[in-house]
């Protein structure tokens, strides 16, 4: 696993294009490792482009670490100061509004936490994280026909990643992942009649007319 003291002095001292490409392989040997993942987008959103110099993003990097402790810990007041904070250095900083779309999305507020979510992509479409968001976010407001477009944008560049791969299969079938399961479908509020309705939605939504149709038949026939 790769630490960020390694990955750090590597930032303040060499060039990174070659680190880069190796994980990219690292990414693919490794799905579950979200070190190599975060990593991946930082260089291509702040680092390689040149925006930042190592130790601001250093810096930039702990303080949302600091804001995402705090709203774990339901200091949100707190949490969003540390953020204003991080994007008065570096207005553009994607995963200060990942933070806060996480925000948003916990307490419910799923437009708003999609609009964050398609900033950070924006600043940084390398950043895997907020196309899963972007997704998630589509299927609690019951409509993904936005996702496509972002999701076709980040296959461009990362065309084996495995969780975007993932998140296309799911569109495709109009299904979710189990992090999903208590967010659209709590046992008080959600029938299964309800659930296969929304997959329903997604299938039409998404172009998979004859796979609908066939779902439709399965539907009545219950």
Known sequence: MITFAEYNARLCNKDLQEYFQHLLLKRLERPQDDSVKDVIAELQGVVLPGHLNGKTVIELREQNKIAEDLAQQGKIKESIAVLQQILTVYSEHYFAFYTFGVIAFEQGNYTEALDCFKQAFEYNPFFTDAILRIFDCSVCTGSTSDVSEFLSKALTLQPNDPELLET???????????????????????????????????????GNSSEALEKLKVLTCK
């Not at 979710?176 to 046992?187: D, F, T, V």
């Not at 509020?189 to 296969?196: F, G």
């Open 168 to 206: 296309k299969r799911h569109l495709e079938n109009g299904t979710y992942p189990e992090r999903l399961a208590k967010y659209i479908n709590p046992p008080e509020k959600e029938s299964d009649l309800k659930q296969e309705l929304l997959k329903l939605k997604n299938m039409l939504e998404n």
